[in-house]
């Protein structure tokens, strides 16, 4: 009996079989109707076991998809078990179906507002859930006050769900934006970082305008950014993002300026400026610390395993960071291209945009972006994109040998795109246009039709860019006609042959007949254009293609397609008119309509244009406007108050850290001025906000402070020196000072204070790591005032008084090397190290910079004597450090002045440096007479690079224009290093950071000594010692970037050919020095 009614599709007429209540029962094979009425006879009983197994079954049927909404009624009965696991599943029930069934929902508000002040947290969290789901106006105000009641719960979890609620109160209700704004509030100010990201989160559903209400909490927000949960620090620098384009100014204004008004400058170069305006107009505006402590902030993020917060990190420097650093993202967007396809199709997407405005940002990765055979091919089309965007003329030839091997695919359409991309890279690198031309040729051959109908398109475009047409190429392709099927590139060899038809005047004629025949069977955009050479033929040669001209109208006339026959009537009309119009103006100027020299295809990128969109936003992924996207806010000309962000009032750090400690006046003001200090680091509202309990308490005694002041003279060997420094600056009186100076060798003292110590640790255990300037400037302050000691106090700490002594010839600027540390716990004594063994030098240690071993003393003239009326100026590498930067280049320029006359003031006037370059002026010349010579040093830092250092030289009250181009050995800096240190180097730098190439050697750099010296001439490098003779190995590094630049040569011994290997992080600076020892060692 129980097996007919589990298969048969009818209701049974009476339920007269007791079912069992145990899930064993074979009730579980019965229809959906008894499965119900077996869960609902399981939600009834009495036994919790039998709930909880019942639950289970029901969410695992709505984690499938299932419907259970017949179920509620027996589920909401069940919300006040005293079961706390029975209860849990209730409410996860109750949040997926309250919106659905909110009549019955309803009926259990009591209940919901009496499990709000549940003990548990949970059950508090789930019935604020539950109860925000429910979308009845009526209970509004209920909802109201339960957000505002969990806002002040002493749980994390149940005010982060307060703060998940608050959308969908404001959703439903929108007029309850004034309070829920007030809540908003207090929930932007937790300090907890379960919480913050769901705040802000509410924040930007809420009042995103409300650009106030983060003021205060800004700081706070960029130093808890790092413990905060993935998805809250999505939401938290999306934020943010927003909130610096409206309270920073552009990093990159000052660049701007001279990149657009450049042209404008060129104009009145005639106008003289004084240097120092001069340098402020090049000179960008400081930027503020709060905007730096937001990038400083952000930067840890790049190395999250979440996509999404690294993509988040990467549009924040896009959009608010300073040009030179955002470069720093491209390792992190480049590792993610090893995550999933759809990863790496929005990761691909980013970096195609970002790599049209910044193609050196990417270049070092280049083999990234290679196509592998697994990839699909829209991932492909994408790595297609970005390769041709970052495509130069020192990596054209490795990108065009990647192309090559992928026009043998087997997906066609990702050869069409290759032979595109070809085609973009030779129209924009004008050096390797006629290399890729000839290519495309030579695939005109290939048996696959896609590909030689691709390559006729392509070819086309380049030949209509090119000012001297191709007579060859044109009558190659007019040869293939009979062959080609695909519509496009038919029509492509027809509009070559008509546009340059005066080019091949015999051959495009009989094409023309040709078509005249198949004119019928062919595709509407060919016909069109054998309409088009038809008349081009006609107006360029009309004995020969009169007829057959007619003819092709004729058959146009009478086409299906109305464009056709259109075109067709338009045409003749201008070029047969009819009797009695012979002599109007558009048939006696036909020849120049359709003969009229065309503007090239433009060919760029199709992501230039996604700039206008904010990245990694959707709008940015699909190149439209989204519903809901929003612009970024333009940076404003001047940014506005920065004392909004100061929690505390603000007080100079001047004021208070070079004066006299005896003259604060208790431990309450100190703290104060420390705390609200607007010079110290962004770390310090971290500590404030970690201790506010501890700060903001007026109660402190005087002996608490003394103990506190024994609990810090208590670690003279604390590993954290973080918190000695904050006990330092915290120490504010005299008394107490004299206190540490005095106890500092008591170790009595520093024994009973051992547990004292260990409580005022735990209580700064959460500060952050404090300003090494503001520590530097209260370790002088301590300084000179312990020099004012009596003698009896300083004659008992007279060994220790030489090192403070000592302290007062230090930097600001803290030690780079491991010396002994400043503990200000003991009075600004000197710790010992802890060990005295000498410590095993690591990998690296030996390198060191060296002096050059060859000073080129040739020169190259800068501005000639006939031009500049007597003024000779020439250059020369000296190869030795600049005194102002060592980035920087030193450059020796010589002036003479063979003229009969004196010049006057000879100075440095406008800069025109690339971006990342920066010049250092010589000192200016006052007078030189005739027949003398005069030297100045000029500094140039070019960045890593080969671009020109352009400024404009002032002599005499005449502008001239010098332009000074190093060679990529000038730009290097030697190193000396072990071999071991050299071969330790060399096995980090291999793969795409190796570049191998021959040098032909002639008779005179055959021998080693020869080509010892040869190497040293062209460029400076300096010699490592090695084990083996038969290699010469070279060490250096950039000038600039400090980049490691490793040389080895093979000494040749029976041919005439050397290998030459460099490995360099930059395979610009490997390639070009490359380039020039082939062209050093090739001249005789």
């Not at 120049?592 to 992924?621: E, G, M, N, V």
């Amino acid at each position: 009996m129980a097996s007919g009614g589990s298969y048969s599709g009818e209701r049974p007429p009476s339920v007269d079989v007791d079912y069992s209540a145990d899930p064993a029962s074979g009730s579980f094979f019965s229809t959906e109707f008894k499965k119900h009425e077996d869960l609902k006879q399981m939600l009834d009983s009495n036994k919790d076991g039998l709930k909880l197994e019942a639950m289970k079954r029901i969410i695992g049927m709505v984690a499938k998809g299932r419907d259970a909404s017949e179920l509620f009624p027996a589920v909401v009965k069940n919300v006040v078990s005293a079961n706390l696991e029975v209860k849990k599943l209730v409410y996860v029930y109750l949040v997926r179906y309250a919106e659905e069934q909110q009549d019955l929902a309803l009926l259990s508000i009591s209940t919901f507002q009496r499990a709000l002040k549940d003990p548990n947290q949970l059950i508090r969290a789930c019935a604020l859930r539950v109860l925000s789901s429910i979308r009845v106006p009526v209970i509004v105000p209920i909802m109201m006050l339960a957000i505002k009641d969990a806002v002040t719960d002493m749980s994390p979890y149940v005010r982060k769900t307060a703060a998940h609620a608050i959308p969908k109160l404001y959703s439903l209700d929108p007029d309850q934006k004034e309070e829920l704004i007030q809540v908003l509030e207090k929930l932007l100010s937790d300090k907890t970082t379960l919480v913050v990201g769901s705040a802000v989160m509410a924040f930007e559903e809420v009042c995103p305008e409300r650009i106030d209400l983060i003021h205060k909490n800004y700081r706070k927000l960029c130093n808890l950014l790092v413990d905060v949960e993935e998805w809250g620090q999505i939401v938290i620098i999306n934020m943010l993002t927003r909130y610096a384009r409206t309270q920073f100014v552009d990093p990159n204004i000052g660049e701007h300026v001279e990149e657009k008004e450049k042209p404008f400058y060129e104009e009145e170069e005639e106008e003289e400026d004084t240097a120092a305006e001069l340098d402020n107009s090049r000179r960008p505006k400081l930027m503020d610390s709060d905007h730096r402590l937001l990038l400083r902030n952000t930067k840890p993020l790049l190395q999250s395993r979440n996509a999404a917060v690294v993509l988040a990190v990467a549009q924040l420097y896009q959009h608010i960071a300073p040009r030179s650093e955002v470069s720093q993202v491209a390792r992190a967007l480049v590792r993610l291209l090893r995550s999933h396809r759809e990863v790496q199709a929005v990761v691909l997407t980013n970096i195609a945009s970002m790599s049209t405005r910044r193609k050196g940002m990417f270049e070092p990765y280049l083999k990234s972006f290679f196509v592998r055979s697994c990839d699909p091919t829209h991932i492909k089309a994408l790595k297609l994109e970005v390769l041709t965007n970052l495509a130069t003329d020192t990596n054209i030839s490795v990108i065009l040998r990647e192309f090559q091997t992928y026009i043998g695919s087997s997906d066609k359409e990702f050869v069409a795109a290759t032979i595109q991309a070809i085609g973009r890279c030779a129209s924009n690198i004008r050096e390797v246009t006629d290399t890729c031309l000839s290519g495309l040729v030579s695939l005109l051959s290939n048996r696959d039709e896609s590909v030689v109908g691709e390559s006729v398109v392509v070819i086309r475009k380049l030949l209509q860019s090119e000012t001297v047409g191709h007579k060859d190429i044109i009558s190659h392709m007019a040869r293939l006609m009979d062959n080609i099927k695909i519509p496009m590139a038919r029509a492509s060899i027809l509009w070559l042959l008509g546009e340059y038809c005066d080019k091949v005047p015999k051959i495009a004629p009989d094409v023309l007949r040709k078509m005249a025949k198949t004119f019928v069977a062919e595709d509407d955009i060919v016909k069109l254009q054998i309409l088009t050479l038809a008349t081009k033929l006609f107006l360029s040669n009309p004995k020969q293609t009169r007829l057959l001209c007619q003819y092709v109208y004729n058959l146009a006339k009478y086409d299906t397609n109305y464009d056709i026959r259109d075109r067709a009537r338009f045409t003749r009309a201008l070029v047969f008119p009819p009797q009695g119009h012979e002599d109007n103006k558009l048939t006696r100027h036909a020849k120049k309509i359709f003969l009229a020299t065309k503007p090239p295809p433009l060919q760029q990128s199709s992501f230039k244009d996604r700039d206008q969109f904010q990245l990694s936003t959707l709008s940015h992924l699909i190149n439209a406007r989204a519903t809901g996207y929003q612009d970024l806010p333009v940076f404003p000309e001047e940014a506005p108050d920065p004392s909004v962000r100061n929690v505390e009032v603000p007080v100079t750090f001047a004021e208070e850290s070079h004066k006299p400690m005896h003259q604060k006046r208790n431990k309450t003001q100190k703290i104060k001025s420390f705390y609200s200090d607007e010079e110290s680091s962004p770390e310090d509202e971290s500590e404030e906000s970690s201790s506010g309990s501890e700060s903001d308490s007026d109660g402190d005694t005087t002996d608490s402070d003394s103990e506190e002041s024994s609990s810090e003279e208590s670690e003279p060997d604390s590993e954290d020196g973080d918190e000695d420094h904050s006990h330092f600056k915290r120490s504010g009186s005299l008394g107490k000072a004299e206190k540490m100076n005095e106890s500092d060798f008591s170790e009595s003292e520093d024994s009973d204070s051992s547990s004292s110590s260990s409580e005022s640790s735990s209580s700064e255990s959460s500060s952050k790591e404090e300003s090494d300037e503001s520590l530097d400037e209260e370790v002088k302050t301590t300084v000179i005032k312990n020099k004012k000691l009596s003698k009896n106090e300083s004659s008992k700490v007279g060994g220790n008084r030489t090192n403070l002594d000592l302290l007062l010839d230090l930097e600001d600027s803290p030690p780079s090397m491991d010396t002994p540390l400043l503990t200000p716990s003991l009075g600004g004594l000197l710790t010992p190290t802890p060990s005295a063994q000498p410590q095993i030098l690591p990998p690296g240690a030996s390198i060191k910079p060296a002096s050059a071993k060859f000073v080129p003393s040739v020169t190259f003239e800068l501005l000639n004597r006939i031009s500049s009326g007597g003024l000779t100026v020439s250059a020369r590498f000296t190869r030795s450090p600049h005194l102002y930067s060592p980035r920087m280049t030193s450059v020796e320029l010589t002036f003479n002045n063979s003229g009969s006359e004196e010049i006057r003031d000879i100075s440095v006037g406008k800069q025109k440096l690339a971006p990342g370059m920066s010049l250092h002026e010589f000192a200016s010349i006052a007078v030189i007479n005739p027949d003398t010579t005069l030297h100045g040093t000029l500094g140039v830092d070019f960045n890593d690079t080969t671009q020109p250092a352009v400024f404009d030289l002032l002599a005499g009250g005449r502008t001239f224009n010098i332009s000074i181009t190093a060679p990529v050995g000038e730009l290097l800096t030697p190193l000396a290093m072990s071999e071991e240190d050299f071969h330790h180097n060399q096995g980090k730098l291999r793969g795409m950071n190796e570049l191998s190439g021959t040098l032909t050697l002639s008779s005179n750099t055959a021998k080693a000594k020869d080509i010892l010296t040869r190497t040293y001439e062209t460029a400076n490098l300096l010699q490592v010692q090695s084990s083996d003779d038969k290699i010469l190995k070279f060490g250096g590094q950039t000038a600039s970037g400090k980049v490691l630049v490793l040389l080895s040569l093979t000494v040749p011994e029976d041919n005439q050919e050397s290998l030459l290997t460099i490995n360099c992080e930059k395979m610009v600076i490997s390639s070009m020095l490359l380039k020039e020892f082939q062209s050093s060692f090739s001249k005789a």
